[in-house]
């Protein structure tokens, strides 16, 4: 049973950049969050995606975007990259949306650097 | 506002040393809360999803509690393989059911 999956791993952007990074949902699952982690903090919630539309948004910019495909797979695009959004970028996925105490399973992450 | 404090934010054992690790909660009509257990430069690996004040649940070395105001996360005689960052998250009507997590605690087990 595959997990969460995300990519890429690692990536290095120059500021004002464009980046966009990819997430598989756990079999089953067709909800859709994204999460970004800096440093010695806990995951601050970007966005949810649920039947291709997004659903709830954290505290976070416009540049913060995202896309959810048929197949629940989803992007996440953030534009004009700023050296703060340097950080572990987190999927995380769940069957439907929350509401019931629904467990999220959380990927590897991708570790994005702004320079 | 939904608040979620983990203490210690670090923690050093001596392996078979046993301790607790905290997480206080203020939100009403508690859905879930979860415990993660997160490697240095990986993803958050689901531990447990605790539901009601009274609850239990069990792990090997770890047991999760809860009451109506925190969590307690026990670590029974751990092993330097225990060391990790342990997060804690609520899942409430207030934060639209999204999980809001705590800054974590950081687990160090000496051998």
């Known amino acids: 049973d595959a997990g969460v999956t995300q990519s890429p791993t690692h990536l290095i952007k120059t500021r004002g950049q464009q980046v966009t990074l990819r997430c598989s949902p756990k079999?089953?699952?067709?909800?859709v969050s994204w999460y970004q982690q800096a440093l010695g903090q806990g995951p601050q919630f970007i966005f949810q995606?649920?039947?291709?539309?997004?659903?709830q948004r954290g505290n976070f910019p416009d540049r913060f975007s995202g896309h959810q495909f048929p197949n629940y797979s989803s992007e996440l695009n953030v534009n004009a990259l700023l050296l703060g959004d340097s950080a572990l970028y987190l999927c995380?996925?769940?069957?439907?949306?929350?509401?019931?105490?629904?467990?999220?399973?959380f990927g590897e992450g991708s570790w994005l650097t702004v320079v | 506002e939904d608040q979620v404090t983990q203490s210690p934010e670090a923690l050093r054992l001596q392996e078979g040393e046993s301790s607790s690790l905290n997480c206080s909660y203020t939100?009403?009509?508690?859905?879930?809360l979860f415990w993660y257990r997160q490697d240095p430069g990986k993803g958050p690996e689901f531990l447990f999803t605790?539901?009601?004040a009274g609850e239990e649940k069990e792990k090997e070395r770890l047991k999760a509690t809860l009451t109506k105001k925190e969590s307690f996360l026990h670590i029974t005689a751990p092993k330097p393989e225990d060391s990790a960052t342990y997060l804690c998250?609520?899942?409430?009507?207030?934060?639209?059911?999204?999980?809001?997590f705590g800054r974590g605690t950081s687990l160090i087990v000496h051998p």
């Open positions: 995380a996925s769940s069957p439907s949306p929350q509401g019931t105490g629904n467990t999220i399973y």
């Open positions: 079999s089953g699952h067709d909800t």
């Open positions: 995606y649920y039947e291709e539309e997004e659903r």
């Open positions: 939100v009403s009509g508690l859905r879930g």
């Open positions: 605790l539901y009601s």
């Open positions: 998250a609520v899942q409430a009507p207030g934060g639209s059911y999204i999980p809001t």
